[in-house]
């Protein structure tokens, strides 16, 4: 066509481009309505993701629980085993110093009476040695 085109040819060319538009606004409206159903069944599928996520969560979550008590139940029986290992060991160690301090004051009183029996024994062989 030339520069200057028939009102008619310009009218059929305006239909064309409005049949267009229209085409394009058809299958932009069927695109925006699969897009919708997309953007549906993805926030559906992230819903069940989020459903099980929290049931996996909770249950993880239980079964720490479970271990941390159990955890503390045998760390209070070993805590309490060694606070009787601890007790018994005081009650051993008084024995043995009160042993020890009674061999001690057993010995510091023979060591005496036998300075005393030595020294007397002494004096008296002194004694007798300058009467004669």
Do not use: C, N
Request: charged residues 25%; positive net charge.
């Amino acid at each position: 066509m030339t520069d200057q085109q028939t009102p008619y040819a310009k009218l059929t060319d305006l239909q064309a481009v409005k049949v267009d538009m229209a085409d394009l606004k058809s299958q932009f409206s069927v695109w925006r309505g699969e897009m919708k159903q997309d953007i549906a069944a993805v926030r559906g599928e992230v819903a069940v993701l989020r459903a099980e996520m929290k049931q996996e969560i909770s249950i993880v979550r239980a079964e720490l629980k479970q271990e941390i008590t159990a955890v503390r139940a045998e760390m209070r029986q070993e805590i309490a085993a060694v606070r009787g290992d601890m007790s018994q060991l005081r009650g051993e160690v008084k024995h043995e110093l009160a042993s020890t301090r009674t061999e001690l004051i057993r010995w510091m009183v023979a060591g005496q009476l036998t300075t005393v029996t030595v020294l007397g024994s002494l004096i008296f062989g002194v004694m007798r040695y300058l009467m004669r």
